[in-house]
C-alpha cells in the first residue's frame, strides 16, 4: 500500500517527518486500504479518515485500523457504524457525541471533524457542483466552455430566531478605537467575560499566545473570539516594508488566535461549541462591486479563506465571516456584528452593504459572445515553474506566435538523471530510488524528495515541448516571487524587450497542508 518493501519501513517511524507521507498523501493511503476491503468496509474506513490519518506513527495506524475494523465486523450482515478514532498522543480526548438537551453547564469535548448523524453542519455552505465539473488537468484540451460561476448577492432579512445569551471567555481582536469599543460594550450587555487583544500583541505570534494563556488562566476556556483587526480601512502600501507587519496583524493574527483558542472553542456548553466572528470593510460585498471611493485592504479578505478552511476540518464550531460599509456609523455596525454572532448557525459569509443585510449564492453564467480575447503575438508572463495549474493553464490559453516567459525558482537545467530519466512511470522512478536508497543509505522520505524533484523537472520538459509544438517562443527566467526587487528587474527588462506585458498567470505557491492545530508559524509564512 505505501509502495515501499518492509525492511525500510518501521512501524514507529513519523508518517510526515520519516516517510515523506503529508496530509495529503495519508488520505490517498488510507485509500488505498478502503479499495482492499470487502464491500461495505470501504465506506467505514472513509467515515474514519480524519481519525485516523492524525496518527502519527503506522504503528498508530494499525491499531486503530485493527480496532475500528473489529468493531465493524462485530455482528450483522455489515459494518456497523463506527466512533471516531483515537486521537493522536496529547491530543483532545475523544468526543462525546452533541446532544442538544444537556443540562445546563455541562461540558463535552468534541475531537473529532465528523458531526454527529443526526446534527447538520452549523453552517449552509453553496458550492459549485463539483461532480459536475471536475478539477482534472488532464480534461483541459476538451474544447467545450468551461463553467463559469459567479457570486449574487440578495437581500436577505435578520433570521427570525432566538439570540443565544453569551457566557464565559470572549476574547476581542482589537480594530479601529470606535467598533472596538461598541462591541466590547455589546458583547458585554449580552454577558460575555471580553477579553482585548490589542494591536501591539497582534503583531507577534507569541505574544498572541501569551495572552491567550493569561485569559483562561484568570477567566476559563475561550468560548468565542471576535476579530475586527481586518475591518481597518486604511490602504496598504505595497512598495514598502508596511503590508508585512499588517499582514501579520490583520490576517495571521488570526490564525494564532484561534489555534491558540482552540482546546475552549471545542467544548459544547448546553449543545454549543465556539464561535468565531470575522470582520471586514469592503462596503457590504466583500469588495465586488468596490465604489471607487472606498479604500479597502487586501489583506482584509484573508479570514474568509481561512474560516472556511476551519469549517471543513471543525464542523461543530460556528464560524462566520461579516463584510461592512465603512461610511455607517460604527455604533451601527457593531450591532450588525452582534447580531450574527449570538445568531447560531446559517450563512457563513453576510454582508451588510448600507446597512441592508445581504447573502451569496453561486449562480452558473454563460460568457457573453464578443469577449475580450487576446492580441495577436501575446506576451505572457506565468509563474510557478511550467508546472501544475500553470502548466496546464498555459497549454489551454497560448497560440501560435505567442511569446510566454516563465518565472521559477529552480534552475531549468537542474541536473539530470538518466536512470529516472528512462523510466516510464512515477512508481517505476519509486522502484529505483528505492534501490538506490538502499545502496547509499537513505530513507522513504529523501526517496519521495527526489521522486518530487524529478517529476517536476520532467513537467517541465513536458510543457516547454508542447509550447515549442504549438509554435510558441519561451523564455525561462530563474526568479524567486518572493524576491521583489529581481521580480521587478525581471519584469522590467521582459517589458523593455517586448514593449508589452499582455497576460500575468501568477501561479507560484507552496503547498504545506496540514491539519489546523499542527500548523506552524514558519509553515503559514511561507504559504
Not at 483541459?140 to 427570525?160: E, H
Not at 488570526?254 to 489555534?259: A, G, S
Amino acid at each position: 500500500v505505501t509502495g515501499y518493501p518492509a525492511d525500510m519501513l518501521d512501524l514507529d517511524q513519523d508518517v510526515e517527518a520519516e516517510l515523506g507521507i503529508d496530509s495529503i498523501k495519508r488520505l490517498e493511503l488510507l485509500e488505498r486500504v478502503s479499495e482492499r476491503l470487502p464491500d461495505g468496509w470501504g465506506a467505514t474506513m472513509h467515515d474514519a479518515a480524519a481519525g485516523v490519518t492524525r496518527l502519527r506513527s503506522l504503528r498508530g495506524w494499525v491499531d486503530a485500523l485493527v480496532e475500528l475494523l473489529a468493531e465493524a465486523g462485530g455482528g450483522g450482515d455489515g459494518p456497523a457504524p463506527l466512533p471516531a478514532a483515537a486521537p493522536a498522543p496529547d491530543a483532545t480526548p475523544a468526543a462525546t457525541p452533541v446532544a442538544g438537551d444537556e443540562a445546563p453547564g455541562e461540558v463535552t469535548v468534541l475531537a473529532s471533524r465528523q458531526p454527529s448523524a443526526d446534527k447538520a453542519p452549523v453552517h449552509d455552505l453553496p458550492h459549485p457542483r463539483r461532480a459536475e465539473h471536475p478539477a482534472d488537468p488532464a480534461l483541459l484540451d476538451d474544447p467545450s466552455p468551461c463553467p463559469t460561476f459567479v457570486m449574487k448577492a440578495r437581500p436577505s432579512g435578520v433570521p427570525m430566531v432566538p439570540r443565544d445569551w453569551l457566557s464565559g471567555l470572549h476574547l476581542l481582536a482589537q480594530g479601529d478605537h470606535g467598533l472596538t469599543e461598541y462591541v466590547r460594550s455589546a458583547l458585554r450587555a449580552r454577558g460575555a467575560t471580553v477579553v482585548l487583544i490589542p494591536i501591539s500583541t497582534l503583531a507577534s505570534p507569541d505574544a498572541i499566545r501569551d495572552a491567550v494563556a493569561d485569559a483562561v488562566e484568570r477567566h476559563g476556556p475561550v468560548r468565542g473570539l471576535v476579530h475586527l483587526s481586518a475591518a481597518r480601512t486604511r490602504p496598504v502600501d505595497w512598495n514598502s516594508s508596511d503590508w508585512p507587519a499588517r499582514a501579520r496583524v490583520e490576517a495571521k493574527s488570526l490564525f494564532t488566535l484561534v489555534q491558540a483558542s482552540l482546546p475552549g472553542l471545542l467544548q459544547t456548553v448546553q449543545g454549543r461549541a465556539g464561535r468565531v466572528l470575522g470582520a471586514s470593510a469592503f462596503g457590504g460585498r466583500f469588495a465586488r462591486d468596490l465604489p471607487t471611493h472606498i479604500e479597502g485592504c487586501a489583506l482584509g479578505g484573508a479570514h474568509q479563506g481561512l474560516l472556511k478552511s476551519l469549517a471543513l476540518e471543525f464542523e461543530q464550531l460556528m464560524l462566520k465571516s461579516v463584510d461592512l460599509d465603512p461610511e455607517m456609523d460604527p455604533g451601527d455596525l457593531a450591532l450588525q456584528l452582534i447580531d450574527e454572532y449570538v445568531i447560531w448557525g446559517g450563512r457563513q459569509e453576510i454582508g451588510y452593504p448600507r446597512g441592508q443585510r445581504t447573502v451569496f449564492d453561486l449562480e452558473e453564467v454563460l460568457l457573453a459572445d464578443g469577449a475580450p480575447t487576446l492580441p495577436d503575438n501575446a506576451v505572457i508572463v506565468a509563474s510557478g515553474g511550467g508546472t501544475g495549474i500553470t502548466a496546464a493553464v498555459l497549454k489551454r490559453l497560448v497560440r501560435k506566435g505567442d511569446h510566454v516567459a516563465i518565472l521559477a525558482r529552480s534552475p531549468r537545467d537542474a541536473s539530470s538523471d538518466p536512470e529516472l530519466d528512462a523510466c516510464a512511470t512515477p512508481d517505476e522512478m519509486r522502484a529505483a530510488l528505492i534501490a538506490r536508497g538502499r545502496a547509499q543509505g537513505f530513507g522513504p522520505a529523501e526517496v519521495e524528495s527526489r521522486l518530487a524533484s524529478a517529476m517536476r523537472r520532467r513537467e517541465l520538459a513536458d510543457t516547454l515541448a508542447a509550447l515549442d509544438g504549438r509554435g510558441v517562443s519561451t523564455r525561462y527566467l530563474e526568479i524567486d516571487v518572493r524576491d521583489a526587487e529581481a521580480v521587478a528587474a525581471g519584469l522590467a527588462g521582459l517589458r523593455e524587450e517586448t514593449g508589452r506585458i499582455d497576460v500575468l498567470l501568477h501561479g507560484a505557491g507552496v503547498i504545506e497542508d496540514c491539519l489546523f492545530a499542527d500548523k506552524r508559524d514558519a509553515s503559514l509564512d511561507r504559504v
